[in-house]
């Protein structure tokens, strides 16, 4: 049978659900075989990359989709994921002319200043810093006043400096993270693959019905976190899966074509797959 190829971070709150289901057997009664291998940093090896055809799948914000066809790749949405972007600052920068703000140049952070919080932030100026420890370096310094992140890293945010959640993206109408396969993997395996994205949904509305203290103590005996880690996730609840929605898609698709990082017109519909 096809096993799936995987290369996940351990840091990523989102690979949870993989890992469990793994040590915990789900993939095994869907009939799923993985080949996981997780990091213990976001720092990836090359040779374990997508485009370079050493996973099967990946999961991410969906510009990654568009960035990896813009590179020759192509894949297919097998479903959305657990949305953790947020907006993080000095809560009295809020109502602030100008408030500074700092982003990755390849997140979404454009998108959704030019939809969901347009009008929302008076003319912010946005600081382009790519590593997400050098913006919350730059924060700590007050070089800027709000930053783009992703859990833990809110977590943390939030527990060494008196700043708050300014805005996050559950609140949007709108899901822009995923899960994608390569799109022959797909074509070829799509038992597997829907197999694989109920395996994982199980493992989450399982993990989603332990009490705090019963979370954190699943990250540590099964997940191999850290006390500090699992600490994290006390509270953390995973968002049910769909299909991915073709408007969303669509959506960012041509807002990157308008903003000249697309380099194709691309139809939905062609790129989404029907899971659940």
Known sequence: MTTIRLYQN??????LPVILAERLGYFDRHQVPVDLELSETFQFHSNKSFTGNGVDAVMGDLTF?????????????????????????YPEAVNRKGIRVGAATKGLFQFFMDNDLKGKLIEPKTSWIDNTFERIEALRKKEIDALVAIEPFVYQIMKELPTEVLWDSKNSDKTMVMWCFDKVFYQENQELVRNYHL???????????LSPEQKVKTCIEIAAYTEEAAQEMGHFSFESQQNYSAKDFQLLADWLAAHGKLDMAVQAEDYIASIF
């Open 10 to 15: 351990k840091v990523n709150p989102l690979v």
């Open 65 to 89: 989709f568009f960035d990896y066809l813009n590179q020759g790749k192509e894949a297919i949405v097998t479903s959305t994921l657990t949305r953790t972007i947020k907006l993080v600052g």
């Open 199 to 209: 395996a994982l949904e199980e493992a989450a509305a399982d993990f989603n019905r």
